[in-house]
């Protein structure tokens, strides 16, 4: 096999190799009392396991004050391929948030739940909550294959629930082999036999990067699925999922000032038959590829759009159908008409009811005027509703009978939901901000601690300059890394000090365009006078039903 050889490999690159299957020292720091944190290598390590350590940013001036380690707590992530759980699982999850984390349940931008402030001796208790809940949190960080994300809402089509299943499955292909998460989190004892955890996809290596994949069903672009490593976009003829296009090498990550870093839209490679065996086989020799060829030596040039850039992408789609064995087809037709979420109450091909709650920023809590966790917890304990997750953060109360409709309906009323969702403006609905403060590490500014209240500013822009609220896609986020995927948005705010975003313009309603940077670090002053004089614009010389996105590419604003 042609592997790519690598000098100077990151220092992350020795911490996986040297960890011994992902266990590392990871027992015996997390029995170390004398600090909040995790020793150093581990704190790797722990990604792969689906956590994160953090601190909480805003008290850090007050803990280095008194002369304290900062306040250290690990974020956990789910893996929860397709986005779903069962009303049983949701009131499961409710209890670990209350009794192990901040309570606060955040839905990501790629269809799962993160529980953030878990502190040291909660992680391993959490681990086994979500264990005796059927739930867990391999791979849902770290340099593997993250969750894997499909179309959100099963009115879209009747092959949701095919497509639901190629998620589990594509997620099953990238799982690591190794039993350490059962061993530290659960108790498991050792295999006798260590030949069994021997991994062919990952080696002792790992990916030099994390790895992303989506599913998407046209018209629909929910998932965003230009953004990932791997998007297959569902081709249906006559209701039949025959297959599906494969484009490769998206990825939005950015690093202010370092130009050789950029987002980049998945390329089309071509198209391959609903050919399980023969779906999987795609999607696993594309990890492989990445594995061989990727940088190991420079983390910010790892991810695969880097490694296909490299190679050429005729180069890259070559060396697939090599590792394959078979060739891919010319891409088929499909097209894309949007990527919001579909609101109100809707029924599927087989006549269940499905509803989305307007859950903002992915922050589902309790407020002044929206009982919204304890609405769910009620809805999750009558046993009548699923819960989906859909990756511009939102939740989809769902696979409800219509003898059991007007049961949840009335949760919802009496807590206010409807009314919350029903008030929010579409503009406000398709708005995405990744967390940032108080717990990512990176941000430098806010960004779903502060984009509603933006939000309420803008929108009396567009009342001012008289125009329809048509569901603008705006998206913000504390630092170029692109979580909330504002690069693929028709006004994205990217971080790049306290208070302080780039502006960026011109995407397209279904993410197929990236945009632009407009205007370089402004505050909210300025952002507003850009958007005041750019409505005007707007509002007069639009064509009818263009798009905010469409109109500033066709007046050549960026
Ligand atoms: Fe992300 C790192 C949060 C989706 C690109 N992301 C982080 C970390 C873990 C910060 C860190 O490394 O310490 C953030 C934790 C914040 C916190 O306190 O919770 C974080 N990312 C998130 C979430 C929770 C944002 C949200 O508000 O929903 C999303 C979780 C997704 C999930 O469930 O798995 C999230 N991150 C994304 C996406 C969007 C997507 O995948 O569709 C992207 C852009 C797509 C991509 O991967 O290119 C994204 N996150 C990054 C990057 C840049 C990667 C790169 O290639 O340069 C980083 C930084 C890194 O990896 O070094 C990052
Ligand atoms: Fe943190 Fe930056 Fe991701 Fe926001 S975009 S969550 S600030 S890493």
New binding site residues.
């Given amino acids: 096999m042609e592997e790519q050889q690598q000098n100077n490999l990151s220092p992350v690159e020795r911490i996986k190799q040297a960890s011994d299957g992902l266990r590392g020292t990871l027992k015996e720091s997390l029995a170390d009392g004398l600090t909040g944190a995790l020793w150093e290598d581990d704190q790797s390590l722990i990604k792969f396991h689906g956590m994160y350590q953090q601190d909480d940013r805003d008290r850090r001036e007050e803990r280095s004050a008194k002369k304290l380690e900062w306040l250290y707590s690990y974020m956990i992530r789910l893996r929860l391929p397709g986005g779903f759980i069962t009303g049983e699982q949701w009131e499961a999850l409710h209890n670990i948030a209350g009794e192990h984390s901040t309570g606060v349940i955040k839905i990501t931008t790629r269809q799962t739940i993160q529980l953030h402030g878990i502190l040291k001796s909660h992680v391993k208790p959490t681990i086994q909550d979500f264990h005796t809940a059927k739930l867990d949190s391999i791979s849902a960080c770290g340099d593997v294959n993250r969750n894997v994300v499909c179309a959100a809402h099963p009115k879209q089509s009747a092959i949701h629930e095919q497509i639901y299943a190629y998620a589990g499955k594509l997620s099953e292909v990238g799982l690591p082999k190794t039993r350490a998460y059962y061993e530290i989190w659960l108790d498991d004892q050792p295999l006798t036999d260590k030949k069994q955890e021997e991994d062919p996809l990952y080696q002792d290596r790992y990916l030099p990067r994390k790895f992303k994949m989506a599913i998407a069903i046209p018209p629909n672009n929910d998932v965003d699925v230009f953004a990932n490593d791997l998007g297959l976009i569902a081709i249906i003829e006559n209701d039949k999922l025959i297959g599906f296009n494969v484009a490769a090498g998206g990825g939005l990550g950015a690093t202010h000032g370092n130009a050789n870093t950029y987002p980049r839209l998945a390329s089309m490679l071509g198209f391959v038959e609903a050919d399980e065996e023969k779906v999987l086989k795609v999607a696993y020799e594309i990890i492989t590829i990445q594995r061989d060829y990727g940088n190991r030596s420079d983390r910010k040039m790892s991810r695969l759009k880097y490694t296909i850039d490299k190679m050429g992408v005729e180069a890259f789609k070559a060396e697939l159908e090599k590792r394959c064995g078979f060739p891919l087809e010319k891409e088929r037709p499909y097209a894309f008409t949007e990527r919001a979420d579909i609101y109100g109450w809707q029924q599927n091909h087989e006549g269940k009811w499905f509803y989305t709650v307007f859950t903002e920023n992915g922050r589902v809590l309790d407020h002044e005027t929206v009982a919204l966790k304890t609405a769910l917890l009620e809805v999750s304990q009558t046993r009548k509703a699923n819960f989906r997750f859909t990756c511009n953060q939102k939740l989809i109360l769902s696979d409800i009978e219509e003898k059991d409709k007007k049961e949840v309906e009335a949760i919802l009323a009496k807590h206010n939901v409807l009314k919350h969702t029903d008030d929010a403006s579409d503009v406000r609905k398709n708005a995405v901000a ?3 403060f108080n717990t ?1 590490p ?3 500014a806010e ?1 779903q601690r502060y984009l509603p209240s933006l939000i309420t500013k803008i929108e009396g822009l567009f009342s001012k300059h008289k125009l329809e609220d048509n569901g603008t896609i705006i998206r913000m ?8 995927r504002p690069y693929v948005a028709e006004i994205g705010f990217v ?1 790049t000090s306290y208070g302080h975003y780039n502006m960026h313009l011109g995407g397209d309603r279904q993410g197929e365009r990236l945009n632009k940077k407009y205007k370089e670090s402004l505050n909210e002053e300025s952002i507003l006078q850009e958007l005041d004089s750019l409505f005007a614009l707007y509002s007069k010389k639009r064509k009818k039903a263009e798009t905010f996105g469409d109109f500033v590419v066709r007046e050549n604003i960026v």
């Fill in positions: 990744c967390v940032a990512c990176l941000a430098l960004a986020t504390g630092c170029p890394n692109g979580c909330g971080g």
